[in-house]
């Protein structure tokens, strides 16, 4: 599975940068269409849920994320 | 078991506390104060018996916010309290307008300001009861002269506090709270209960159209209620900010009630063609009711709803009375509303005998008062 | 159940500042009641006023969003009048501990049967970051300008103190033991405590040099000490509040019986 950063709610707090604990997020470059540089999910092959189904473990970027922004995703799911 | 249909001999905080039971009230907060306190006293005895339940709590504020609580899990709520108790209270009396709660207070009024004389009568919180809150917002208010009316009022205060999801107040006082009398109990008492959201209405109560007494959310039911104290739409959404929202919800609180006066007013009226009217209430009334009894020339209009005031019998009682004088246990406080409405009906002559200190105005004190206005 | 369940979509996204720590403890308290398998229909959230209180307005279930400081009463009652009905109390430190603090020790004390979550992010947040009872001592808000001259309350001990069945601190770094304690709390019965230390970064960062998020959270972290360890510590526990350390951990988990109980109205709900 991978953390997947949905424009419409990030505000950009980069608490999912500080949390991830294998630096699987970056600073965004492009302003989000809410005017905030949102969080890019740059290394989701870092993530510890990488490739992993079933229970999900670590889980601190979607747990912390204080604007329900981050969820999981199958890794071959298109999105944008 | 509430009283059976028969005559009692009760103190009027009894009264209060066995028409609250007849009501169908459920739960009780209250907290300790002269002269109301027979009232939690009365009811932390007698509400386990008929399977509600009675909580002291830390302060006023806590018990009027927890009636409110109470009220929103779908039971009949009260609390009893006096003077300092109600300023207390008043923040959360404006939630409960706002939210639309229905609840009931009784306040057995006692001497003020402040701690005042906390075992003698007054009328003082007459005014702080429509506008101690906040903001604009109604309440109905009831003011019973005895022991049998503590039952009756008590009773109304609750089916109206229920048909217009209104905080509702019986106001009494240490004199009407603390007198002996007789009671006698009707074996036919109308009882109103909510009208709850989802539930197929069959009262015949519910004479209130929907866009201004909307039906109760109760909680627990899957009706997923937001309730708010800040200005919301009818979605319960807050729209703190948006001007034209507010302006229909408050108006809509108002109208409420201010349009359904014709329903909610009582009045008791005396040689109602008199040429010399006294307007009183409660127990500054007593006096009042001996001078009419025995003097034909004198009327008296006694209000048992206070608030909202009933214009409409003071309007006509003005139209044709010369003098009207007002006897109130305060410094004047109704006095100037019924003057208002008086001077519209073309009343010239409206004065005041303002009554202080704990002790009814006496029937000298009302004629002596009479005969300096020139009515007698 | 998805989270969006859970909340009201549309009201989305929700009024807190970029990096508030209130929303980490939705997500939180979203997991241990989806974990537990609850209904929303059978649990009502009542709050005072607040940032942390505006969160029941964003649960898709009843909501009661009462008056600053007595949300605790208001559960009160409403517990008393539908003992059947979960009541969870969404609160912050001046909500609680300030102007509720009476109604606060009281409910402890009485021990009826609600789970409160205190945010304490150690200022008043909505009303734009003055001083509030949580305030570290000489730290920095718009009515402390030459630094806090009092020293914190403790939320958690008083609790302690006033007989509250469970009382347990985390902070928003915490937020796997955060869940953890929800759950256990939602799960006992009597009055529970969680007290969450969260981030204002808004209000209380930006005047103490923390004003990201992150540096904020990295605070916590490096300023948490679990309770047994700080009890040894040589230090007056009362200023132990933020000025130096966030004290951690669980503070009590017992089993006072609690008081619809001894006034026999657990039974009410069947009338309903």
Known sequence: MKPVV?????????????????????????????GYFAAVVSEPQNCYNHKREGKLICELCVLSCPDQAISWHPEGEETK | ????????????????????????????????????????EGLARRLPEVGGAFLQMEDEIACVSAIIGASWGGVKSMTATSGPGLSLMQEAIGYAAMSETPMVIANVMRGGPSTGQPTRASQGDVMATKWGSHGDYQVIAFAPASVQEMFDLTIKAFNYAEKYRVPTFVLSDAEIGHMRGL??????????????????????????????????????????????????????????????????????????????????????????????????????????????????????????????????PIREAASKAEHILVCEMNMGQLYHDIKRVALEAGCKKIELLPKIGGEPPTPGEVRHKLREMGAI | MEVFDFYRKDRWPHVFCPGCGNGTVMNCFYRAFNELGWNL???????????????????????????????????????????????????????????????FINGCRRNIDMDVICINNNIYGMTGGQASITTPHDFQSTTTPYGNREYPFDLAEIAVAAGANYVARWTTRHVHELTKSIKIALEKKGFNLIEVVSQCPTNFGRRNKMGDASIMLEWFKENSVRREKARSAAVDHVDLNLAGQVTIGEFVNRDRECYQERIGVEKHGEKH
């Open chain 1, 6 to 34: 949905d424009l419409k709610y990030c505000k950009g707090c980069n608490i999912c940068i500080y949390m991830c604990p294998k630096k699987c997020y970056s600073k965004g470059v492009d302003i989000s269409p809410r």
């Open chain 2, 1 to 40: 078991m509430s009283l059976t249909p028969g005559e009692y001999f009760l103190q009027g905080n009894e009264a209060c506390v066995e028409a609250a039971l007849v009501s169908g009230l459920n739960f009780f907060a209250g907290y300790p104060i002269t002269p109301s306190t027979e009232i939690a």
């Open chain 2, 183 to 312: 009671l006698n109990v009707p074996s036919n008492i109308k009882i109103v209960n909510r009208k709850e959201k989802g539930v197929r209405r069959t009262d015949e109560a519910y004479d209130v159209p929907d866009d201004l007494v909307p039906p109760f959310p109760t909680f627990g039911k899957g009706n997923k209620a937001a309730v708010t104290g800040m200005t919301h739409g009818p979605d319960s959404r807050i729209e703190p900010e948006d001007p034209k929202i507010h302006q229909e919800l408050v108006s809509r609180l108002n109208d409420k009630i201010t349009k359904n006066r014709r329903d909610i007013n009582k009045w008791d009226l005396l040689c109602p063609d008199s040429k010399h009217m006294i307007i009183s209430y409660g127990s500054a009334s007593f006096g009042a009711r001996e001078v009419a009894a025995e003097d034909d020339r004198i009327g008296l209009l006694r209000l048992k709803t206070i608030w909202p005031l009933p214009e409409e």
């Open chain 3, 41 to 103: 229909d059978n649990t009502v959230f009542v709050s005072g006023i607040g940032c942390s209180s505006r969160i029941p307005l964003y649960i898709n279930a009843d909501a009661l969003h009462t008056t600053h400081g007595r949300a605790v009463a208001f559960a009160s009652g409403l517990k008393l009048a539908r003992p059947e009905l979960d009541i969870v109390v969404f609160t912050g430190d001046g909500d609680l501990g300030a102007i509720g603090g009476n109604h």
